[in-house]
C-alpha cells in the first residue's frame, strides 16, 4: 500500500507566527514506519521526498508517484535507502541487493520500479537528477568516518558518511547518520545554516521513554519539537538544525540542493542565538 503527503514551503517571517501545533504541521513527520506500507512525503523543499517502506508480509513495490507528475518514480530523480532495521533486501531492475541495518543503497535516475522485501525497516530520500549514476550498495565499511566532540561538551559523537562526494557519486542527495557516545546528547552546536540547500533529520535508536528536542528557526528566532524514535523533521535552508536528547541516539541526514559539498555551511556563532 502507497500512502503520499505534500508539505508546502513556508518562509520564515510565516514560521515565527506559527505555534506547536502549526509548527509540527509543517516540520515533523510521525508515524512514519508503518508494517506493510510505503509512506511518502513530498517535501517543496528542493522537492525532497522522504518516506519509508516496512515490508512485514510480503513485498512492497515503489513505482509510481502522481506527485511526480511522471511515469515512473525514478523517472528523472535518483534515490537513497537507508536500512534501520534488521537486514533486508531490495530488488532494483532485476538485480537483488541484501542490505543490513546502517547500510545505504544509492538508485540511480532512470531505474525502474523498486521492491523492498524481508525484515528491513527502510527509510528513504529522494530528489530531483540530472545524470543517471549507478545503483550503488554502500556498507559501513565504505563510509567517510569522522569523529567530532567530546564527553567534556556532551557532544562525543560519529558521523557516518555514506551518500558523499568521497564514497558514492550522486547528483544532489548527501547523506549519512551519526551516532553519539553513552553520555553525549548534543548535535551541532554552535549550530549552523545553508541557505543554498534544505535538510531532512530521521531519529532513531532512540529509547522508548526518551525523547530529542530538535532546535530550528532562524539564528535570532529559535524554536524546538519534542522527537521521538523514527520520526523525521523537515529542515527548510533558512534554519538552524540542532538537538539534544534526555539520552543518547542516532540520526539520519541527508541535503538537497545547489551542491554536494557536506562543508557548505555558514556557522552561527553562540552569542547570536536567540
Known amino acids: 500500500m502507497l500512502k503520499a503527503e505534500t508539505r508546502y514551503a513556508i518562509d520564515p517571517e510565516h514560521a515565527k507566527t506559527l505555534g506547536t501545533e502549526d509548527l509540527r504541521k509543517n516540520f515533523h513527520v510521525g508515524g512514519l514506519f508503518a508494517d506493510d506500507e510505503i509512506?511518502?512525503?513530498y517535501s517543496h523543499y528542493d522537492r525532497l521526498i522522504l518516506g519509508s517502506a516496512v515490508p512485514t508480509k510480503g513485498a512492497l513495490t515503489l513505482e509510481a508517484l502522481a506527485e511526480t507528475g511522471t511515469d515512473t518514480f525514478l523517472e528523472r530523480r535518483?534515490?537513497?535507502?537507508l536500512n534501520i532495521g534488521e537486514t533486508g533486501t531490495i530488488t532494483v531492475d532485476g538485480e537483488t541487493f541484501e542490505i543490513a541495518k546502517g547500510e545505504v543503497l544509492y538508485?540511480?535516475?532512470?531505474s525502474g520500479a523498486v521492491e523492498f522485501s524481508g525484515a528491513?525497516?527502510?527509510?528513504?530520500l529522494s530528489a530531483p537528477a540530472h545524470h543517471k549514476y549507478p545503483t550503488t550498495l554502500i556498507r559501513e565499511a565504505d563510509a567517510k568516518r569522522v569523529?567530532?566532540?567530546s564527553p567534556e561538551t556532551a557532544n562525543e559523537r560519529v558521523i557516518i558518511q555514506l551518500l558523499h562526494p568521497d564514497v558514492c557519486k550522486s547528483c544532489q542527495l548527501v547523506m549519512g547518520y551519526t551516532q553519539f557516545k553513552p553520555g553525549s546528547v548534543w548535535n551541532t552546536m554552535p549550530c549552523h545554516v545553508h541557505d543554498r540547500r534544505m535538510e531532512a533529520y530521521l531519529y532513531f535508536d532512540v529509547k522508548d521513554d526518551n525523547r530529542v528536542f530538535h532546535f530550528m528557526g532562524e539564528p535570532a528566532h529559535t524554536r524546538h519539537m519534542v522527537v521521538a524514535n523514527e520520526e523525521a523533521i523537515i529542515s527548510p535552508p533558512w534554519s538552524i538544525h540542532s538537538g539534544a536528547g534526555t539520552g543518547a541516539y542516532t540520526f539520519c541526514w541527508a541535503m538537497a540542493g545547489d551542491n554536494v559539498d557536506f562543508t557548505d555551511m555558514d556557522m552561527v556563532p553562540m552569542a547570536e542565538l536567540r
Not at 535518483?78 to 535507502?81: A, N, P
Not at 538508485?107 to 532512470?110: S, T, Y
Request: aromatic share 10%; no cysteine; net charge neutral.
Open 147 to 149: 569523529e567530532l566532540g
Open 120 to 124: 528491513g525497516r527502510f527509510y528513504i
Open 107 to 110: 538508485v540511480g535516475m532512470g
Open 39 to 41: 509512506k511518502l512525503v
Open 78 to 81: 535518483e534515490m537513497g535507502v
